[in-house]
């Protein structure tokens, strides 16, 4: 009988946390274990190898908890390190293991939401500088013309509580701006930070008429449920008892309020050290 463990889904900070809602919302029999490594956040703006060393270290402790599948509920982290992971580590020690990214899933989609088949991107600088989604969505779509904006003062904003203030409203207003003038045929706009569907309703709220908003988490959702059902050898080995544990690599307290903006329901951590657990 194979060992069964939870389905590990991980972020630098709180923003997974709207992937994770979403994924347990679909799928609430499986178990979860979800890691903010908050002590090292943010990601956007560190170099590929920084991003991609952080996320290999909490992918390895994942599978030390036994999690034979974990989603990298990070656009920085699957834009930097997430192919790495695939190609170097996994074939090399953890051959039966599993890393999945919030890109692919939501690349494959994109398609479906516009009708001028010009499409804006709205993320952090590693995201945008990486070229992630241009590559992506040109595989899946290549008609499809891509215009994208760094935003990054939204996950400081967000993460210090500042969301809803003027400022907040100062840099959604600038970045939207930035984006729309670079062509006045984008009709759909993807938020490709998981931190970024707080501040959705800004988002629309400033946008003209017919510009679709489009979040990641329930898409993420779905296409893990697809992915389950069409790798049953990985889906036996993922637990079911319905239990979400957390952990981040800071303080606790600080996680506890803020997960509960994202996840929109209390949550308990638990801190974890890597320095002790890898």
């Not at 939207?176 to 930070?193: M, P, R, V």
Request: with cysteine; net charge neutral; hydrophobic share 35%.
């Amino acid at each position: 009988m194979s060992i069964k463990g939870p389905i590990g889904v991980f972020d630098s900070g709180y923003g997974g946390l709207t992937v994770l809602k979403e994924i347990v919302k679909l799928l609430p029999a499986y178990d979860y274990v979800y890691l903010g490594d908050n002590a090292r956040a943010p990601y956007g703006p560190r170099s590929f190898e920084t991003v991609y060393h952080y996320t290999w270290e909490c992918v390895q402790w994942f599978f030390k908890q036994g999690c034979s599948l974990v989603i990298l509920a990070c656009n920085t982290a699957s834009a930097k390190a997430l192919r790495t992971i695939q190609q170097n580590n996994l074939p090399d020690k953890w051959a039966g293991r599993r890393v999945l990214g919030v890109i692919r899933p939501t690349t494959e989609r994109i398609g479906e939401f516009t009708k001028t088949g010009e499409v804006g991107i709205l993320g952090t600088n590693g995201t945008v500088q990486s070229g992630s989604y241009v590559i992506e969505i040109e595989k899946f779509f290549p008609e499809i013309k891509v215009y994208q904006q760094a935003c990054p003062m939204l996950v400081p904003l967000i993460e210090n509580n500042e969301y809803e203030t003027e400022g907040a409203d100062f840099f959604v207003n600038k970045y939207l701006k930035n984006l729309l003038n670079q062509s006045n045929k984008i009709d759909t706009i993807l938020l490709a930070c998981t931190h970024y569907p707080l501040l959705k309703s800004k988002f629309e709220q400033l946008l003209p008429a017919g510009v679709t908003v489009i979040s990641q988490g329930d898409i993420v959702a779905g296409s893990l449920a697809n992915y389950l059902k069409r790798h049953p050898e990985i889906e036996e080995k993922c637990s079911k008892n319905g239990k979400i544990v957390f952990y981040t690599t800071d303080s606790t307290e600080d996680f506890n309020k803020q997960a509960t903006t994202f996840y929109g329901h209390t949550v308990t951590s638990n801190h974890l050290d890597l320095t002790l657990n890898l």
